[in-house]
DNA sequence: TATGAATGAGGATTCATTCAT
DNA sequence: GATGAATGAATCCTCATTCAT
């Protein structure tokens, strides 16, 4: 089992049972264990479709190959199915990024850019990037998942980012800059690229030029870190970044 | 206070207002003339607030004070509504950008600058910016409203800030850089903001920091602009911003 | 002025005056005096083609030039307007048609042909005919309708049929046959052609042939006047047209 | 009484009807099964009574004993929901009296009695031949059904009564008469008759002396059927029934 | 467990009628 | 008289959730 597909999902004993046996047990049995998986997969591309509120849940179901009732038997609510999602989604990567972080050796400025580039290929430019895209459009129609999100999301990764920034400024390897705004300074530009192919980006109109992602994001990568870097020489000194 | 933003009226019976005003216009024609504005205003706010799927059309006719049914008189569909608060609070910006880019007088980094502070003030640290928010999480459930949003606001938007790069470029004040990536990278960290500012940013969350908008943008500004330069000097030469 | 548009409309004060005055009138007061019948006009074109619910009653002032207050002017509701409609267009023919009994010299078949001929040509062959498909399809919904049409037009109507057919009995011309029966004999399929004329028969429908109305007419009215005579002569005797 | 048009039920729990029946199968599964028979049923009732657009969903839905919702989970529209119903009541029988021409041995005379008779028994004598009253009223309002209702309904009827037509004229019953206007001439005062019991007919208005509906068909079949025959004989010749 | 039938609150839009001007 | 702005009841359809089987 991948260590992202971890979440042990409340309400879902089937995914409890699964890891006490190996191979053996029949097809049915195994679809039973995959279900929970099968959900939330469908239900991360749905969601990211089109929304949280405007995806239906016997679409989920459907897509997840099962009944309505079925979904309803895994998740007691389209809620709770949402919050699962992003558990498994985004939660899991940032306790990864965590370990990361404590046992990463080296310069400050190559965590940081593990660190994101990480993020860009498990989720900047994943379907899980839309997750984004969701709860920036309708936390404030589901106050629940907004202190959901705060708490596990936002907050956590958060304290990520800045334990990074932390550790270079102690180290000594970047300038003193205000952690917070550093780190929303490092993630805005890669979180909104990842925003826009999920929204216009995806539509098909006429007349607009796509962006190429990969480029924007090495010119984005390039600027930020040498922003941060201490410079002993610098003409016009610091406050660059923050 | 422009007039015609005034009347937060409720029901109010227009003979209230009437006696406010020295012009002798008839009352009803009054408040005919106020009804678009009032109702554009309601929408506005509503739409930033909830999205625009999750507005209930009744809820915009309650807060501009008439019933159901005069929104309707006004505004064929919501959205309609929707494309006329878009137009204008987006589209007559972008017509001034047009107008100020024709006529400056000077170095393009100022010209930049003056039409990002003008779309902050105007745009982004205002309700309107509230519009990304639901552009951004919707266009994928309204198609018609994707092309009428790239037809009247992206491409303009990308032509407006393409023309003043290219000005810059042209009078060898800017390096040459890709235009629609430079575009974007100067617009995306403002847009983040905003839109953050109008989801996450806007509910009450316990344990969140909120940002200093000021500040950012302060630094993102000197970031890129600096960015752009054409440093004849320059110890580690171009491609910085593109 | 046209006998046929006598109707005096209640609530219609303006009708009344018109019948003072000769020329003079300036034309804002002939337009006036015009209104009702304008009205009528409209109402009649619309409700035909639509049915009276399916009619809107702006429509109906829209086609007739005036604004929707004014038609309340007239007619205190969308009932009301549809009462004065029918009275025009059928009432009035009635009334005729009971006068040219009264007064007519003659074999009662030809009584009969005229009165027919004369329905098909002010009725069965306009668009007032549209009007039976009106009754037939609304009557249900609209009981005072039902009361109204029932006293103004079908007991009238029958009377006057009936007593064209009583004439022809009394005076020897035609054989005894029920009176209700011969008359709705008569009529029957006039009427359904006149109704399939202001429905299928005005779909743009691919696949269905039309009719030919004065085609099927002319072989109706050859059948059922020769099923009334009293023949003499006969191998198989009368019964024929009850 | 077919089985199928039965439960008249009203909310009723499904333990009710379940009582009244041998079989063991699973009470919801019979509901499900009975269901569109049922909703068909007070389908047709409400439409004949009312009209297609006077009739509300609900209302249907609340006489077949379920939901709003679930008439939704049988078909997906109002409009559908009366495709339905004309098929079960008119579509059916057409094809049945393909059948029996297609079959048929003997006088050509006698089979358009038999479809005639059949016609009355099963469609003109019962409600369903409120349809076309419904038809009649409002195909000009509903485009798609009139499409539908000319190639489901009025050609195949009209191929059915001219092959019957022609098969006498082929085989030397029926005198040589187009074959269009006789097929109409035949079913017209059939078709009125059916459509007066169902609206005017069907009103409790007073001074109106209903029809007696038997003996007005007796004399119209005897009528045209003589008016079909080829009579060496006669006086006045052919002509008559075309 | 799994199913899918059933529910009913909810929301966009229409239109007859009123009434201030 | 005339106008047309305003109203709000009415109706179609959707969808999260429940629950009998």
New binding site residues.
Partial sequence: MRPTSSAPLQGT??ATRAANRSEEAPTRQRR?EA?PQELLDAALELFVEKGFAA????EVAQRAG?????L??YYP???ELFKAVVRQNLGSLIAEGKEAVAQFQGHSGDLLAKLMQTWWERVGNTRAAGIHKIILAEVRNFPELAQFYADEIIVPADDLFCSAVLRGITRGEFRALPLHETAQALMAPMIFLALHQHSVGACPVQGCTALDPERMLRTHLDLVLRGLETRPTAGQPAETAA
């Fill in positions: 004993p089937a039973k279900r995806t239906r849940a016997e099962v009944s309505k009732g079925t309803y038997l609510s389209k809620e």
